[in-house]
């Protein structure tokens, strides 16, 4: 059986996170022969330079609802028809976004993986060695939909170990952490921010054994002479052993690198094993410098948590800060956005360079944002402009995020249904980004500028049939807590 993995999205962005490393890791453990493709390496693979068409199974993984496009145009690139019916190979999907709302992709996918792969890839094996006719004994089976009855997600009691496949040590500067180990160190995250994909769709949090995840950062630095080790996970600062796995890793000689951190949990002795490990700059999710909008997105900790961290940062040796702001979260006004520059100006004022980064806020299927819905294209454009302009005058350029128009597009897809799938293969089509979007759109009779998605209380929603743990009632129940926030 051949299986190939596909990122849709250049080979730079696809193979710099843990994700393609461990689905090819899963896939080889089965006894297949797995090969990768890319959105640049299209129609081919990069291997073996076969045609996509000449696969048994193509698996994409999707990390966000832009890529829907993308994968697409994978297919079409390779000569497979886009929609179902079809004759070839299966085409399966799986990803956070798939995950929450697989419904846009109804009539792309064969199956949908819903939750974990390392749950749902041994099963997918060894249906698959009876063609399509095999893949559909899975339906009904957990962490499998296929688009007509309830799908619960599968999850993992454990993280698998991911190799390097030997392909990546030949193009690994081409990446963008480059010549770098990436290891997922945990997975899901404790906190249920009300906005947030991972928290409640990636639980529980899991951790990998410290074991584990030092012999997998030793293996790859070795396959690829790594001068650096790339820890992912979105809950990593909640990670027990912290320290330890940084004093760690400095003994294998390579530096370290880690994504955004959680302000209200750092402390001295978590940045000084952070700096141990050569980095220089931290980054932090800030969302907002108002306590009160904070508290009504449940992000918890306060703009002094902020400071505090900074500081110590400071004095740990740091000299560079990035903040992640987000605009257009629910009761949010123009006297907010002056508190959250106010909070960038402060963090400046500690002595460090610092970097922001706008982005409006996308809600999420199986999330309280959902309820709050999308603020549009227009306001979010106007929340950016003003944002922007706050820091600029505070000495601070925010660093271009996600465009106000791709936001809409993703907040679109996000909270939609299967009705958006001929749309996705027309914008697929047309090419262009977000000029192809507004064309296909147009041609619906629908203006980029009315797109406000939003789910109603209530409402029955396109994602209703998944069952991603249980949540549907924490959900609303968070969402009045939302509400009652911003009242107080």
């Not at 004994?137 to 009855?149: A, P, Q, T, V």
């Not at 990998?208 to 992912?232: D, G, M, T, Y």
Request: net charge neutral.
């Amino acid at each position: 059986m051949r299986v190939v993995v596909c990122y849709p999205a250049p080979y730079r962005v696809g193979f710099s996170g843990a994700t393609v490393p461990l689905l090819y890791s899963l896939f080889e453990a089965q006894g297949v022969e797995c090969e990768l493709a890319f959105l640049d390496t299209i129609p081919v693979s990069l291997e073996g330079k076969r045609n996509l068409r000449d696969f048994d199974i193509i698996a994409f993984t999707v990390q966000y609802e832009w890529e829907y496009v993308n994968l697409v145009k994978m297919l079409l690139a390779s000569g497979i028809k886009p929609t179902k019916p079809r004759k070839g190979p299966i085409i399966v999907g799986g990803g956070p976004c798939i995950t929450s709302n697989p419904e846009p992709l109804a009539n792309i996918l064969d199956v949908a993986v819903v939750g974990d792969a390392e749950e749902a890839i041994p099963r997918l094996c060894e249906a698959a060695a009876e063609g399509l006719s095999g893949i559909d004994s899975l339906m009904g089976e957990e962490g499998f939909y296929f688009f007509s009855e309830k799908c619960r997600r599968a999850v993992s009691s454990e993280i698998a170990e991911a190799k390097l496949p030997s392909v990546a040590s030949e193009r690994i500067e081409a990446t963008v952490y480059g010549r770098a180990a990436r290891v997922e160190v945990v997975r899901g995250c404790p906190m249920l921010c009300r906005y947030c994909l991972i928290g409640w769709t990636a639980k529980p949090y899991r951790e990998k054994p410290i074991e584990k995840a030092i012999s997998e950062i030793r293996e790859q630095a070795e396959s690829v002479q790594a001068k650096k080790a790339v820890l992912i996970g979105a809950g990593l600062t909640f990670y027990s052993r912290f320290e330890e796995i940084c004093e760690r890793i400095g003994t294998l000689g390579v530096e370290g690198s880690m994504a955004s951190i959680r302000p209200e949990l750092i402390n001295r002795e978590k940045l000084i094993a952070m700096r141990r490990l050569g980095q220089k700059t931290l980054t932090m999710g800030v969302e907002t410098g108002s306590d009160k909008l904070r508290d009504a997105i449940g992000r918890g900790g306060s703009s002094e948590d902020v400071l505090a961290a900074v500081q110590e940062a400071v004095e740990a040796g740091f000299s560079k800060v990035k903040v992640y702001l987000l605009v257009g979260l629910p009761g949010e006004r123009e006297e907010d956005l002056a508190e959250t520059a106010k909070l960038v100006e402060e963090i400046r004022r500690l002595n460090v360079r610092v970097q922001a980064s706008i982005n409006p806020l996308i809600p999420k299927a199986h999330t309280p944002s959902q309820y709050w819905g999308f603020i549009g294209y227009r306001e979010a454009s106007v929340r950016a402009r003003k944002l922007a302009a706050m820091l600029r005058k505070v000495g601070v350029k925010a660093a271009p995020g996600i465009s106000p128009s791709e936001a809409t597009i993703q907040a679109m897809l996000s909270l939609g249904g299967r009705e958006l799938g001929d749309m996705i293969v027309k914008a697929a089509e047309a090419g262009r980004g977000a000029g192809g979007w507004r064309r296909v759109l147009r041609a619906y009779g629908i203006k980029l500028e009315e797109i406000k998605p939003k789910v109603d209380v209530g409402e029955e929603a396109p994602w209703d049939r998944i069952d991603v743990g249980g949540t549907e009632k924490l959900v609303l129940k968070e969402y009045y807590e939302s509400m009652n926030a911003l009242r107080t």
